[in-house]
């Protein structure tokens, strides 16, 4: 672990953020959680009739954990090739911010962190959503 006199202040911010999210073991509770909550979703499960669970929710995991400054890397497609024809519409997307945040919740993570990540999540929905 880096001593966070050694991080820029926005490396120091990020990591802390990663913290508040339990760091690792919490992050992959909030991912199981979360893709659960999708499954349930009928706004939403049927994005992963044909992509399964495994790889989306390791694809996720790896994906939050670098925005949350975590010693992660992603390594997935980008988010327009990967949501290209999938025709997700702005109720789909607002589906899945609703059960990040269930999910978050579930897990204690701070109001503050969940804002954090969500502020680094939303330039995403211009490329995702289609109609």
């Not at 202040?9 to 979360?34: C, K, N, V, Y």
């Not at 939050?64 to 789909?92: I, Q, W």
Request: contains cysteine; negative net charge; charged residues 25%.
């Amino acid at each position: 672990m880096l001593a966070t006199g050694l991080l820029s202040p926005t490396q120091a911010d990020d990591h802390q953020t990663f913290q508040d999210f339990g760091e690792w073991p919490s992050l992959m509770r909030i991912m199981e959680d979360f893709i659960t909550n999708l499954n349930a979703d009928a706004r939403f499960n049927r994005y992963f009739e044909k992509a399964g669970q495994t790889r989306p929710k390791a694809m996720l995991t790896d994906q939050f954990c670098v925005l949350l400054g975590g010693p992660c890397k992603y390594t997935g497609r980008d988010m327009d090739e990967m949501h290209r024809g999938l025709d997700l519409s702005e109720a789909n997307f607002n589906a899945l911010v609703e059960d990040l945040q269930l999910a978050m919740n579930k897990q204690g993570v701070p109001f503050a962190s969940q804002n954090k990540l969500l502020g680094k999540l939303a330039p995403m929905h211009r490329v995702i959503i289609e109609n």
